[in-house]
């Protein structure tokens, strides 16, 4: 039973981490990248999110709860799975490992970047505007950080899609498995140039 209920919970974790998660991050990323295009496309794109209907409730229910969870479980895997680095430094041991790392990371980011852009905005009544990202990224300590948590969460979801497509039976043969690779390699570049290019326009205006 404590199996069974543990592979149930692995798959669910990749579930998560696909859906809803990672096509909220792709959303999120798509987002803030009209940034690029000057603050007002910015603000723009920003007031959309906000204003629409039932917010709230789709944040909890489709990204909160489902990331608590996945947040959770996967730091119960990282500090119980073993790697073997030591006998088997086999490619995917090392993205084994990266993505056990990475996962540590970017629950550490997302929960500053709550912080700072939702609960603290909320109390203080500040906008979560151009400017506000503005501010926070042209602190030279905030845009490493920032750059260190969004190259690991682009990551972390991208190494995720090969164990999740393996774990629910998508690429099953060794070439499949291949191919998965090479393509959560261009999903993984894809997605952190927009994350990247976004953070140097906050902090550059360039």
């Known amino acids: 039973m404590a199996g069974t209920r543990g592979y149930v919970n692995r798959r669910l974790h990749s579930l998560l981490g696909v859906i809803p998660i990672g096509i909220f991050l792709i959303q999120h990323l ?13 603000n723009a794109a ?32 990282a500090f119980t799975a073993k790697s073997n680095l030591g006998n088997f430094s086999y490619f995917r041991n090392w993205m084994f490992m990266f993505q056990r790392i990475t996962g540590i990371i970017t629950l550490i980011f997302i929960a500053w970047h709550v912080w700072e852009t939702r609960i603290a905005v909320g109390f ?13 990224l042209t602190d030279p300590f905030f845009f490493w950080f920032y750059l260190i948590g969004v190259v690991s969460t682009t990551f972390h979801f991208s190494n995720g899609l090969w164990s999740f497509c393996v774990s629910w039976g998508i ?23 927009v994350g990247v290019r976004t953070l140097i326009q906050f902090a550059y205006g360039a």
Not at 46 to 52: D, I, N, V
Not at 56 to 71: A, D, K, R, T
Not at 124 to 136: H, R, W
Not at 176 to 187: D, E, F, G, N, R
């Open 171 to 193: 690429t099953v043969s060794p070439r499949s498995q291949k191919i998965m690779t090479y393509a959560s390699i261009i999903v993984f570049v894809a997605i952190s140039y």
């Open 124 to 136: 203080f009544g500040a906008e979560l505007n151009y400017q506000l990202m503005e501010g926070i």
């Open 46 to 77: 920003a007031h959309f999110m906000e204003s629409l209907p039932y917010r709230y409730v789709l944040e909890i229910f489709i990204i909160f709860l489902p990331l608590l969870f996945h947040s959770i479980y996967g730091v119960y895997i």
């Open 30 to 42: 798509t987002v803030n990248y009209f940034a690029t295009r000057g603050p007002e496309a910015f």
